[in-house]
């Protein structure tokens, strides 16, 4: 486990990535949870509060995916299969670490 912990943080580029993932994930979490609140609201100012917070996520997240691409994180353009390939690849190089 600490190979992979120790890989996964290693280097600025790859950490910075990491953080930008699990902020994406947060804010998709975060996004979900407020628009069920907004949807559950019996007042017309709660939903006016949750709509405000919502919309605060929403681009927070638009600027961490624009961030994503472009520093070439994410690249929504590329074939389905060049995707998938890139992602197999790198998930081959996580299981593939040196032992200590």
């Given at each position: 486990m600490g190979n992979l912990m120790s890989s996964l943080v290693n280097g600025d580029n790859l950490k910075d990535q990491t953080v930008a993932n699990d902020?994406?994930?947060?804010?998709?979490?975060?996004a979900t949870a407020y628009l069920s609140a907004i949807l559950e609201s019996s007042t017309p100012e709660l939903r006016s509060m949750y709509t405000d917070s919502l919309n605060q996520i929403l681009a927070g997240h638009a600027a961490?995916?624009?961030?994503?691409?472009?520093?070439?994180?994410?690249?929504?353009?590329?074939?389905?299969?060049?995707?998938?390939?890139e992602i197999f690849n790198q998930s081959q190089q996580l299981v593939e670490l040196p032992k200590e």
């Amino acid at each position: 486990m600490g190979n992979l912990m120790s890989s996964l943080v290693n280097g600025d580029n790859l950490k910075d990535q990491t953080v930008a993932n699990d902020m994406i994930a947060g804010s998709k979490s975060a996004a979900t949870a407020y628009l069920s609140a907004i949807l559950e609201s019996s007042t017309p100012e709660l939903r006016s509060m949750y709509t405000d917070s919502l919309n605060q996520i929403l681009a927070g997240h638009a600027a961490l995916t624009d961030l994503a691409v472009n520093k070439d994180w994410y690249k929504p353009y590329d074939m389905p299969e060049q995707q998938l390939s890139e992602i197999f690849n790198q998930s081959q190089q996580l299981v593939e670490l040196p032992k200590e």
